[in-house]
């Protein structure tokens, strides 16, 4: 398996524009989450899903972010618009059960905003 | 609020070494303590991880110790080598309750 695959690696855009970040998690994963990882505030949950439900998004810092899931092999997270302080990495990590099991995680997407 | 207090934030060791990395937490509640290793440009992948029925867990030269009356974990890694070098989350969780991570520590295993 290629594991959790993420897109783009690299995205820098300027404030007030649209970014959509992509995910494939790995085949027969039940659980996709969304991580935001800074050096101020580590790695951060912004929102997970069970069976492409979304289970709990309170990690989501306003409503300028939403993600989606509509397939078990496809997910998005959109922030629009975008600000500077959104400039972060953004991982995608998936895993099988609950929240007691192993998470593998895809490499990021390093999101700048100027 | 902050559920796992990781210390410290950054470690410098010589090759051979052995790094101690330390988590607090304060959720009873939590069961599962994993941790996570991560190399630059790359995401966590989990390293080692314990269940609070143990004290002790050893794979290769990585090691968890856990203290479940002081709520307290560590990891220590024996004989450290250069390639060690990363950034090392700790994390607890239980069935309901979310994975959370400590902050990070980034060490560095000079040769």
């Known amino acids: 398996d290629a594991g959790v695959i993420q897109s783009p690696r690299h995205e820098v855009t300027e404030m007030g524009q649209e970014v959509t970040l992509r995910c494939k998690p790995i085949s027969g994963h039940d659980y996709l989450f969304w991580y935001r990882q800074t050096m101020m505030r580590g790695l951060e949950l912004l929102i997970y899903f069970n069976n492409n439900v979304p289970i709990d998004d309170s990690g989501m810092p306003e409503d300028r972010f939403s993600a989606k899931m509509p397939n078990a092999s496809f997910s998005t997270l959109k922030i629009q618009p975008s600000e500077p302080r959104d400039s972060a990495v953004y991982f995608c990590?998936?895993?099988?059960?609950?929240?007691?099991?192993?998470?593998?995680f895809g490499s990021g997407t390093q999101l700048s905003v100027l | 609020q902050q559920q796992v207090k990781q210390s410290p934030q950054s470690l410098i060791v010589q090759k051979g070494g052995i790094p101690i990395i330390n988590c607090a937490y304060e959720?009873?509640?939590?069961?599962?303590f994993p941790w996570y290793q991560q190399f630059p440009g790359k995401g966590p992948a989990l390293l080692i991880a314990?269940?609070?029925?143990?004290s002790e867990k050893k794979e290769g030269r990585f090691t968890i110790s856990f203290n479940k009356s002081a709520k307290q974990f560590s990891l220590h890694i024996m004989d450290s080598q250069p390639g060690d070098s990363a950034t090392y989350f700790c994390a607890a969780s239980s069935g309901s309750e979310k994975l959370v991570f400590g902050k990070g520590t980034k060490l560095t295993v000079n040769p």
């Open positions: 959720n009873t509640a939590f069961d599962y």
């Open positions: 314990i269940r609070p029925d143990v």
């Open positions: 990590a998936s895993g099988q059960r609950t929240w007691n099991e192993k998470l593998f």
